[in-house]
């Protein structure tokens, strides 16, 4: 969700306010926000989160209101149809497994999506863990039958199996690389290697 008003950080506190609230115990203080962040400066995250208060994101802090909260809660911002993407089954992140596409949706924050087209798939596998792609984790896909070198993609092999995994492009070569060292790369004919789509989002489940 870009907001025209604000400056690159102020959004990306926002996004991280968007997608990581729910970890918290409690509505988090300037302080728990800064070590969360990973900023030095208590006064100048404050002067951001100001900004996003004139903006209307998140909500007044006084005396009476203890820690940052958003004016909307991510379910609130995201119970709409607008928000819902396809979940098409489970993807592996070792070898291969077929895709199990299924009418199920799941509800994505705008900031994990891009405006073309997506879809959601539940990663199986730990191929992709030194990437931070995690069993279980789900990864939002941008549709699309094409990729840059170095790009996380969904590649359909010989028409049956699909993985999530970063791709090589090369003349009469395509190589699926993992991001976990134990294991090897795997190199086809570039016939046998459909994009299906290109990692743009990912989202993950604490209980």
């Known amino acids: 969700m870009n907001t025209p008003n604000l400056t690159r950080r102020q959004q990306e506190i926002y996004e991280y306010?968007?997608?990581?609230?729910?970890?918290?115990?409690?509505?988090?203080?300037?302080?728990?926000?800064?070590?969360?962040?990973?900023?030095?400066?208590?006064?100048?995250?404050?002067?951001q989160l100001q900004a996003l208060i004139k903006e209307g994101l998140i909500e007044p802090m006084n005396n009476q209101r203890r820690g940052v909260r958003l004016a909307r809660t991510p379910a609130e911002m995201i119970d709409t149809d607008e928000y819902e993407l396809p979940l098409y089954g489970r993807i592996a992140a070792g070898q291969p497994i077929e895709a199990i596409a299924n009418p199920e949706t799941i509800a994505v924050p705008p900031p994990l999506r891009t405006e073309n087209p997506c879809y959601v798939l539940e990663v199986k596998?730990?191929?992709?863990?030194?990437?931070?792609?995690?069993?279980?984790?789900?990864?939002?896909?941008?549709?699309?039958?094409?990729?840059?070198n170095g790009e996380i993609v969904v590649a359909l092999v010989d028409g049956e199996d699909a993985t999530l995994k970063r791709i090589e492009q090369q003349p009469g070569k395509v190589t699926l690389h993992p991001a976990n060292s134990t294991m090897q790369s795997m190199s086809f004919l570039p016939e046998q290697v459909q994009i299906q789509g290109v990692l743009v989002g990912q989202m993950r489940s604490y209980h």
Do not use: Y
């Not at 990581?20 to 002067?47: N, V, Y």
């Not at 191929?127 to 094409?146: C, F, T």
């Open 17 to 47: 306010l968007l997608t990581h609230l729910h970890e918290f115990p409690h509505p988090p203080t300037l302080d728990e926000l800064c070590d969360a962040l990973g900023l030095s400066s208590r006064g100048s995250l404050h002067k």
């Open 125 to 148: 596998g730990d191929s992709m863990i030194e990437e931070g792609i995690l069993d279980g984790d789900w990864v939002v896909i941008e549709q699309r039958n094409h990729a840059h």
